[in-house]
Every structure is written in structure tokens, then in C-alpha cells.
Nanobody
Framework: VQLVESGGGLVQPGGSLRLSCAAS????????MSWHRQAPGKERESVAA????????NYADSVEGRFTIFRDNAKNTVHLQMDSLNPEDTAVYYC????????????WGQGIQVTVAS
């Protein structure tokens, strides 16, 4: 089982990044997918989530209207489009998969750094 994040890096305030998470080793379409982040000295927080069929999404208040989560079940990928980034978005971002029948069963990616600075 693997979840591999990509697309992170350094971006200026107001800029955009798209994170991607490539999944393998499990039946992707049977899993809710979500993005989480952890800033230095803070607890990990949920940022965005999407149902297994992609029909519904949910966002943290802090990113609502700026971030968009979407998935491609044919390619076993989930993405996080991040617009209007600000320094408070700086964190390590993690991809998570949670089984639809038992959300306690799931997997985490290794994390990818996103830094928003001028």
C-alpha cells in the first residue's frame, strides 16, 4: 500500500499550488480521501475530504473557498488545488485514505512540505 504526495514547494502569498496523491495497493474507489496538514508546533488538522465517488466534499473553515479537493478514481489519484495561499497555510500536507466501511482502517502518505513566503 502506498500513498505518494507530490506538488509541494515554495510559493509566494496569493499564489497557487496543486497537490497530488497517487494511491496503489488497495481499491481506491472504496476509500474516502482527505488532506490534512501539520504546521510547526501545532496538531495535525483536517483540511479537506471527499467521498469515495467524489460526489461530496468538506472543507475546514480556514480553507473554504480557496482550496478544492477532487479525485480521479480511474487513475487512483486525489488532488488538492490550493489558491490564494497565505503564510498561515505553511505546513506539511498529508494524504489520507479511510475505508468506507470502517474509517478507522486507512493509510497515510509520508507528507509534503508547502511553504508560503515572500
Amino acid at each position: 500500500v502506498q500513498l505518494v504526495e507530490s506538488g509541494g514547494g515554495l510559493v509566494q502569498p496569493g499564489g497557487s499550488l496543486r497537490l497530488s496523491c497517487a494511491a496503489s495497493g488497495f481499491t481506491f474507489s472504496n476509500y474516502y480521501m482527505s488532506w490534512h496538514r501539520q504546521a510547526p508546533g501545532k496538531e495535525r488538522e483536517s483540511v479537506a475530504a471527499i467521498t469515495s465517488d467524489g460526489s461530496r466534499t468538506n472543507y475546514a473553515d480556514s480553507v473554504e473557498g480557496r482550496f478544492t479537493i477532487f479525485r480521479d478514481n480511474a487513475k487512483n489519484t486525489v488532488h488538492l488545488q490550493m489558491d490564494s495561499l497565505n503564510p498561515e497555510d505553511t505546513a506539511v500536507y498529508y494524504c489520507n485514505a479511510a475505508w468506507v466501511h470502517n474509517r478507522a482502517v486507512g493509510y497515510w502518505g509520508q507528507g509534503i512540505q508547502v511553504t508560503v513566503a515572500s
